[in-house]
């Protein structure tokens, strides 16, 4: 059992360089699949929330379900539909495992963070 088991950091299973030939080396970073089992189908969107608002635009309007956005992209598409509505409970455990990643990422010195956050339609609850 590892030490957060809610913890919201990707698993990085491996990071390699790769060297062909008479080409660049290439980096490659091997990570767990956080959309596996989701619908593309369903996809309402993809985001990578940095909790900034610098920079954190993708500009356009015509974007798949699939396209990873930005913070700003969030805020601008949840002020025409809300897309995200969570019980106080699960708000409680979402901060919580942020803070316990940000503690671990404190201890090793390392300060990137970033959530992937996709949204996606349940097609049940719109039966109801």
Not at 6 to 33: C, F, H, T, W
Not at 76 to 85: Q, Y
Not at 87 to 102: P, S, Y
Request: with cysteine; hydrophobic share 40%; net charge neutral.
């Amino acid at each position: 059992m590892s030490e957060n088991d809610d913890s919201l950091l990707a698993r990085i299973y491996g990071i390699y360089s790769v060297r062909m030939e008479d080409q660049n080396p290439v980096k490659l970073v091997v990570m767990g699949n956080a959309l596996q089992g989701a619908s593309k189908t369903h996809m309402l969107g993809c985001f990578d929330l940095k909790g900034s608002m610098v920079n954190r635009i993708v500009r356009g309007t015509d974007f798949s379900g699939s396209t990873t956005l930005k913070d700003r992209n969030l805020m601008n598409l949840n002020g025409e539909r809300i897309w995200l509505r969570f019980k106080g409970t699960d708000i409680q455990k979402i901060n919580e495992a942020m803070r316990e990643d940000v503690k671990l990422l404190q201890r090793y010195n390392m300060m990137d963070y970033s959530v992937l956050l996709c949204v996606q339609e349940n097609p049940d609850y719109a039966k109801l």
